[in-house]
């Protein structure tokens, strides 16, 4: 059985830059020997993780593969005490060993 190995290292936040600035990380952290690759975000960054991860699988790392997407519901509550449900995304992609 594979273990598990989820360190925060592997997992890139996306916000508000442009996707090219993720695609980087990503196409840094394989580079740097991890096998895979976590890309999340929140509420409207959700589009720019997908540009993000289909511009590395289709440009730079051509052997990556979407190994599974997450989706679900946070809720957040704002200073004012309200609270709202923002979608979420956790797009995993690996690339095997071997190169």
């Not at 290292?9 to 991890?34: C, D, H, W």
């Not at 995993?92 to 071997?98: H, I, N, R, S, Y």
Request: hydrophobic share 35%; glycine share 6%.
């Amino acid at each position: 059985m594979a273990e598990e190995r989820r360190t925060d290292e592997n997992v890139i936040y996306v916000g508000r830059k442009p996707p090219m600035s993720y695609v980087l990380a990503v196409v840094t952290q394989f580079n740097s020997g991890s096998e895979e690759v976590i890309i999340k975000a929140r509420g409207r960054a959700i589009s720019t993780a997908v540009d993000a991860a289909e511009i590395v699988r289709n440009r730079f790392v051509t052997d990556a593969k979407v190994k599974e997407i997450k989706i679900s519901t946070e809720s957040l509550t704002n200073e004012e005490g309200r609270t709202s449900n923002v979608s979420s995304i956790e797009i995993c992609l690996t690339k095997k060993k071997g190169k």
